[in-house]
């Protein structure tokens, strides 16, 4: 009987708790401990030296996710309002990649200044974050849609946000392209029509940069420096007819798929009977192998370049691979000085870290007259999230937010993989856990991110 007794308190525990829980749970709790023990204590908690992002909307994101966990039904409608308000933010980029300032947002800005800043949003690199996101999210219903009109709408949130995400002109976006590329055929493989799809959500991708190409050159938009990587793919697509093949084969899967249709429409017999094959399961599943060869490809190119020194070899790419004071834009100085800065913590801070949000207060301290002398700028945050959390909340902090992010994509694949709402938001935060390496948490596209993450593990539509 004591048995029974605790096998059901433990599947009860189970319905009423998930993995998520306990990771945001642990997180919330380092972060205020953090701030309780932080030299900076008012700081650390409304994170006014740096971006806002204090223990105080730590706090907030969880107080968001245990009540949306719990009590939110994830909805259609609340992802096409979400895709319809950043078709809007999109279109506003798009209007500034060609410098018209529809809203005169620009109009008292420096000229130097007004092709970092874009939109509605802010900089070029919280756009193309907030971007991704609506490209996450409509690419996935996109390829989950079986209504025409549904498939239509989607197709245009998606092909404006591929064309928005080049245009915003921050590397940063590659980084969310490339894993939801990336992750995008374990999910789609599984069925012909998500093989299609997926050939035609890249064909958009491509097109739209080969479109972004010929503009530039139509209207002369050279004032806008879209980076060295869209410079490559550019001339890659104009140099091979890799586009041509790709709607070649678009259209030929289409096409077989029409011809069947209307032979069973049209009554044949043998078109009634005949089946194309479906993919085998391990289609999708091998694609870890290409995945785990990409990764081991860049740590090689890593290792060869920084260690090896073979630099040779690289090209117009070695600025992406060789780490300098000067790499993304000041970015590998800034992650210099904070392992420097972390190495002299005392020990109570190596374990909890300087308090939330406190890198601004740190580099202040201990790198100003460095700062301002080598780089002419004051960094207040590290631009890599996973190393901003390992400073300033210690590394069990850093642990307890990858435990958030894995544990959610493991409980979307174990209970709602045949959910295409809880997939659309699993690969947003995706995309922002991909560009967050590059980039900061500010209040901008994180709380999207948060949210996207609470459709994630909301309890409508699991499987029981």
Known sequence: MAAKEVKKVKKHIKTVFQTPDIWIFLFTLISVISAMLSPFLYESFWGNEGRYSGAFLTILYA??????????????????????????????GITDFFGMDILHFKAQMEPGQRYIFTSTIGNINTY????????????????????????????????????????GASDNAYLSLMAFFGFLPMYLFRSKKGIRKYF????????????IGYVTERYDVHYVNLGTIYEHLLHFLQ????????????????GIEAVLW???????????SFQLPKPSPWLAR??????VLVAGAVVFALYDVNIAGHTERYGGLLEYLQFSDR???????????????YKQFPLVQKIFGYGPDTFGIVTRINNLEDMVSTQGVRFDNAHNEYLQYFVTVGPFGLLAYLGIFFSTVWTVVKRKL???????????VICYHAQAIVNINEPISTPLMWVLLCICTARGGEKE
């Open 63 to 92: 107080a968001v996710y245990f009540c949306m966990s719990r009590y939110y039904h994830p909805r259609q409608l609340h992802l096409e309002a979400f895709l319809a308000a950043g078709l809007l933010m999109c279109l506003h």
């Open 128 to 167: 193309t974050a907030c971007v991704a996101l609506v490209m996450a999210v409509a690419g996935i219903l996109f390829a989950a849609d079986t209504n025409t009109l549904a498939n239509i709408w989607h197709g245009i949130c998606v092909t404006v946000s591929f064309a928005a995400l080049v245009m």
């Open 200 to 211: 035609l959500l890249l064909t958009l991708l491509l097109s739209s940069v080969r479109w």
């Open 239 to 254: 140099a091979y007819p890799v586009l041509w093949i790709l709607w070649l084969v678009v259209l030929c899967m289409y």
């Open 262 to 272: 209307l032979g069973r429409k049209c009554g044949g017999e043998k078109f009634k």
């Open 286 to 291: 091998s694609w870890w192998i290409v995945i």
């Open 327 to 341: 790499w993304g834009s000041g970015r590998g100085y800034a992650w210099r000085i904070a392992i420097e800065d």
């Open 418 to 428: 045949d959910n295409p709402l809880a997939i659309a938001a699993l690969f947003a």
